[in-house]
């Protein structure tokens, strides 16, 4: 197993402005999963995102990633597992507004100590495959939201991580941009890579494979989806 989450909590504040967030969240990912989780604003999305991301910690429960344990791993050793094992894409894009797509994408290989050429290429590949072959040298000024999506994407998937996050990765996006990005993460899936997605807009989620729903913190319903 990919993910194996079981009976996570997550508090926010301290006593005795305790909030209870997330409340007993299981959740078993396996290589090649593409898992919709879909819930109203404030119902606990993000934050069960950003555990799953190991950007944040559970109060209580477990995370096992690949078998390990996360709550063993120090902050370091679950900042490697970010940079090497998970792609994050954002509903803002997060891409760096001097830098062009290219050097935006190349961006975690200068983490991972790659060298130069190898990085240029690499990047250039990946853009390839998001079909922005000719947008290489363009800054995200010059570009549109749909295709400063597909540079994230392109940078999220730069290093072959293990899973994909995505955290309401069409919430900015119009109809049709939103679309194209459903269809290159089907084409992702469809390689294999395994997806994790959040959203609050059903049409989005039923491009995946399993739906989750959480409502005030908890998963009520795990249904199979729509399928394209
Ligand atoms: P969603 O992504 O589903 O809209 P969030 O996970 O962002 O929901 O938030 C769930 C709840 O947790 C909300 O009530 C929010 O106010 C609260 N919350 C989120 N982050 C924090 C934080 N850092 N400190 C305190 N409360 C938070
Ligand atoms: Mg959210």
Not at 128 to 133: A, E
Not at 179 to 194: A, H, I, P, R
Not at 198 to 210: C, E, G, L, P, R
Request: glycine share 8%; charged share 25%; proline share 3%.
């Amino acid at each position: 197993m990919l993910l194996n989450i079981q009976n996570i909590y997550k508090n926010y504040g301290k006593e005795p402005m305790i909030v209870p967030v997330l409340k007993d969240v299981s959740l078993e990912v396996v290589q090649g999963d593409y898992i919709a989780i879909m819930g109203p604003s404030g119902s606990g999305k993000t934050t069960l995102m950003n555990i799953i991301g190991c950007l944040d910690r559970a109060s209580l429960g477990t995370y096992l990633f690949e078998d390990e344990d996360i709550s063993e791993m120090n902050d370091d050793a679950l900042s490697d597992l970010r940079l090497n094992k998970i792609g994050f894409v954002f509903q803002n894009f997060n891409l760096l507004s001097s830098e062009t797509a290219q050097e935006n994408v190349a961006l975690p290989l200068i983490y991972a100590g790659i060298d130069k050429e190898k990085r240029n290429q690499r990047a250039i590949d990946v853009l390839n495959k998001v079909g922005l072959q000719d947008r290489i040298s363009f800054k995200p000024s010059q570009l549109s939201g749909g295709q400063k999506q597909r540079v994230a994407i392109a940078r999220a998937i730069i290093n072959n991580p293990k899973i994909l996050l995505a955290d309401e990765p069409t919430g900015a996006l119009d109809q049709a941009s939103g679309k194209q990005v459903m269809e290159l993460f089907k084409s992702l899936n469809d390689e294999g890579v395994t997806i994790i997605m959040i959203t609050h807009d059903a049409n989005v989620a039923s491009h995946a494979k399993k739906i989750l729903h959480i409502i005030d913190g908890e998963i009520i319903e795990n249904k199979q989806g729509g399928v394209l």
